[in-house]
């Protein structure tokens, strides 16, 4: 009889070997990716947190491979959609078909209904196809023709955005944004990193491929499910969460702001700062895991006032100065 704590690929239920397999998902996606270490982590945060992450940067900068990569080292099922001006609503979550030869209508389901849905270029499709995906994003189903159909757990959306000053895109609303877990922003590589890139690719790296280049699955739902359950033991004590509370409110109150971060951001940022402890070798959180995540947890739940944003604030410096400034507990 097989161990119950053990899946049909081999990965184990125990909570050490859970974060071992995690944390070799680096290894693996850095085969196809060269640096962009804060995403990978950011990646791994949202799986653990039951979350979404959108990705945002210039075209280019390898947001897609990165979850294609994150997809090729998991063992999960995988779809992608490329979002573009002409997509419907049912071309993400599925419709009813017609059958000629039982005179009845069916569902057939769309991408939505998979482990990991990539994503692509989700600002450029106009916002009612934005929005096909609330649903799936918050209640883990879709509802057509009035009956709601389960989305398979795990269930992540991995986004990917260039930025709103691009031709093209169209902004997402505010409730679309408070959806994702994480935006974590894909900056420009370095002067090292980009030398890396194209030496791999002069020698015939090709990123169609990703198991040519060796990136195999190191990690399955099982340790994923065992992972949850030790992030779900590990312990916030009054403080941190006072500490959390704090922050949060502080962003309401900001003079540069016109929207602040609601409880839900507090609660995300919580759950992110509690995965990260425990992503670290920790079963407690302390408060520079609440630091390292504030920014990619709270920057898109925050709307800066336009004579701000013409000044040159940005979000991040707004929750930079906010972390500056709140009494850190000891």
């Not at 050490?16 to 945060?45: H, M, W």
């Not at 799986?47 to 390898?62: M, Q, T, W, Y």
């Not at 490329?82 to 057939?108: C, H, I, K, N, W």
């Not at 757990?153 to 505010?174: I, K, M, R, S, W």
Request: hydrophobic share 40%.
């Amino acid at each position: 009889m097989m161990d119950p704590t053990t899946d049909n690929a081999g990965y184990t239920g125990d909570p050490g070997q859970a974060r071992a397999s995690l944390e070799a998902l680096r290894a693996e996606i850095a085969k196809a990716v060269v640096g962009q270490d804060p995403a990978v982590t950011g990646l791994v945060v949202a799986l653990l947190c039951r979350g979404h992450v959108l990705l945002e940067g210039v075209p280019g900068v390898a947001k897609t491979l990165l979850v294609r990569a994150l997809a090729s080292a998991l063992e999960l099922d995988t779809k992608r959609v490329q979002f573009t001006p002409d997509l419907m609503p049912s071309d993400v979550t599925g419709s009813l078909v017609y059958d000629a030869r039982t005179a009845e209508f069916s569902f057939q389901p769309g991408p939505v209904f998979t482990n990991l849905l990539l994503a692509d270029e989700i600002n450029r499709t106009p916002p009612k196809t934005q929005s096909s995906l609330l649903e799936a994003m918050e209640e883990r189903q879709v509802t057509v023709d009035g009956t709601p159909r389960p989305l398979p757990d795990p269930f992540l959306v991995a986004a990917t955005q260039n930025p709103v000053e691009y031709e093209g895109t169209y902004p997402l609303p505010e409730a679309q944004l408070d959806r994702f877990l994480l935006k974590l922003t894909i900056p420009l590589p370095s002067r090292q990193d980009e030398i890396d890139v194209l030496t791999r690719h002069a020698e015939g790296f090709n990123p169609r491929d990703l198991r040519a280049a060796g990136v195999r699955p190191v990690a399955g739902p099982a340790d994923l499910e065992a992972a949850r359950a030790a992030v779900a033991k590990t312990a916030i004590s009054p403080e941190i969460t006072a500490y959390v509370v704090d922050i949060c409110r502080a962003t309401r109150e900001s003079p540069s702001l016109t929207l602040g971060v609601s409880p839900r951001g507090a609660t995300a940022l919580l759950a992110t700062s509690r995965a990260w402890a425990w992503l670290t070798g920790r079963d407690y959180v302390i408060p520079d895991d609440v630091k390292a995540l504030a920014l990619p947890t709270l920057r898109h739940r925050v709307q800066l006032r336009p004579e701000a944003e013409m000044e040159g604030v940005t979000a991040d410096s707004v929750i930079n100065a906010i972390l500056a400034h709140v009494p850190v507990p000891r």
